[in-house]
């Protein structure tokens, strides 16, 4: 399955409808926070999706700020990032995913797009669609092959 992981909209739903547009093929959508009303306000084209709240999405939303979900056998933690200190160090999200068993940690806030295995876990930050345009493509059948694209190109 084919997973499209995006962060950090703000309300750009114009850059959302043109990747939704642009990749028919997923199955999925995880958003990482900060614009998941936006999921709400475009075509999804059928697609699912699993979302966690951000700093900016307080008051708009009933989403939970940290979750763990699990598609087709990998576990994945997702959380916005905020609340772990992302900015400054990837141990204390590290630490999190650790506890909670995950193959796969998501998470935004930076808006700078991240991928690394750390103590087994693949860390995934797809930067900030809304602003740089950038998101990332999971392949359940493949986590080698995570593609991170640049709309703005």
Known sequence: MKIL????THTNTSALQKVIDSHPECELILHMGDGI???????????GFVAVRGNC???ETDEEEQHTVKIENIK???THGHRYNVKS???LILAKSLRECADVCLFGHT???????????LMLNPGSLGYDGRYMIIDTNDLN?????????
Do not use: P, W
Not at 113 to 118: D, L, P, S, T
């Open 5 to 8: 992981v995006i962060s950090d």
């Open 37 to 47: 009303n936006d999921l709400r306000r475009v075509d999804r084209k059928g697609m």
């Open 57 to 59: 999405d307080r008051y």
């Open 76 to 78: 994945i933690f997702m």
């Open 89 to 91: 160090t990837k141990d």
């Open 111 to 121: 808006h700078i797009a991240f991928k690394e295995y750390r103590n087994g876990v």
């Open 145 to 153: 092959r995570v593609e991170i694209f640049d709309n703005n190109m």
